[in-house]
């Protein structure tokens, strides 16, 4: 009798820790299941001249993410996809799973935005407005011809100088495709030298603004107009660039737009515009913007 009472008591104690660990495998499971659910990688698109400081930005956000008690943003990694900003609209309007597109414009965000009033984008993934994120600086650059001698305020003087011959080439972005581009041109107009250059034949017309970079690095071209940031990045020396003034030619803004409208994609976005992402952006050769 006794022996049986003890069988039985052993059996119920078995049960009931079995039941407890069941019960603790479930509670397990949910939650790996509810971490699963909410972290996500966050997957931005970005125009191909972020791809310098962008990283540096991700580091910074990802450090300060994971020290913070408030983490909220249940990112597990974030992927950047970097091309020209008319190629990443056409892949967002393709359906392309972005979470953020960080143009080097305000033209394809804006695009996106109005798209989206007529359905473009699906009931649950509503765009949000552009936002700007930084603003670019225009720079002439040389690796054959020193630019010491002049100042931002006689830039013009490049051009005319016995240095600058009708063999001269300058290297400028497509004014039709790259904000950088069409602020160069602007710029030559306002000088009065952009009608003048071109019937010479000294103005060379590249895709873009990295392509005019390489124009000019590369020694293809006598001067390029290319961004601040590039020069930064590759560390230039001083006598090889001179900064333009800022307000000498239109405002190089670049926007952005959440296309995942998540509180990651909101956070990051954030960030960005916040002064230690601002931070990064001066540090890079870019105008901080408010």
């Given at each position: ?13 078995l ?6 660990c069941?019960?603790?495998k479930d ?10 659910e909410?972290?996500?990688t ?25 020290s ?12 950047v996809?970097y091309?020209?900003s ?26 996106l935005a109005?798209?989206?009033s ?15 994120y930084t603003?670019?600086?225009l ?9 010491n ?8 003087d ?10 001269s ?45 390489q124009?000019a ?27 333009l ?5 239109p ?37 901080g913007?408010?």
């Amino acid at each position: 009798m006794v022996k049986s009472l003890v069988a039985v008591c052993v059996s119920a104690c078995l049960l009931l820790s079995l039941s407890a660990c069941t019960q603790d495998k479930d509670a397990n499971t949910a939650l790996a299941d509810d971490i699963t659910e909410q972290s996500h990688t966050l997957r931005i698109a970005a125009a191909a001249n972020l791809s310098d400081v962008l990283p540096h930005i991700i580091d910074s956000y990802q450090a300060d993410n994971n020290s913070s008690v408030q983490n909220i943003s249940g990112i597990s990694d974030i992927e950047v996809t970097y091309a020209s900003s008319g190629k990443l609209y056409a892949q967002i309007r393709a359906g392309a799973p972005y979470d953020i597109f960080l143009s080097a414009n305000q033209d394809f965000p804006a695009k996106l935005a109005d798209e989206n009033s007529a359905s473009v984008i699906n009931e649950n993934n509503k765009l949000a407005k552009p936002f700007t994120y930084t603003r670019g600086q225009l720079a002439l650059y040389s690796v054959t011809k020193p630019l010491n001698d002049f100042t931002p305020t006689s830039l013009g003087d490049v051009f005319t100088s016995a240095d600058f011959t009708q063999d001269s080439k300058v290297a400028i972005a497509n004014p039709n495709l790259a904000p950088y581009g069409a602020s160069a041109k602007a710029y030559l107009q306002s000088q009065n030298m952009y009608d003048k250059l071109n019937a010479q034949k000294s103005l060379i017309q590249s895709e873009n603004i990295g392509q005019a970079f390489q124009y000019a690095h590369t020694g293809s071209v006598d001067y390029g107009f290319v961004a601040q940031s590039q020069l930064v990045a590759i560390k230039a020396k001083p006598e090889q660039f001179i900064t333009l003034l800022p307000a000498s030619y239109p405002a190089i803004l670049q926007d952005g737009i959440i296309i995942n409208n998540t509180a990651s994609a909101a956070g990051f976005t954030d960030y960005l515009r916040s002064k230690v992402g601002q931070q990064h952006f001066l540090q890079a050769g870019y105008l901080g913007v408010q």
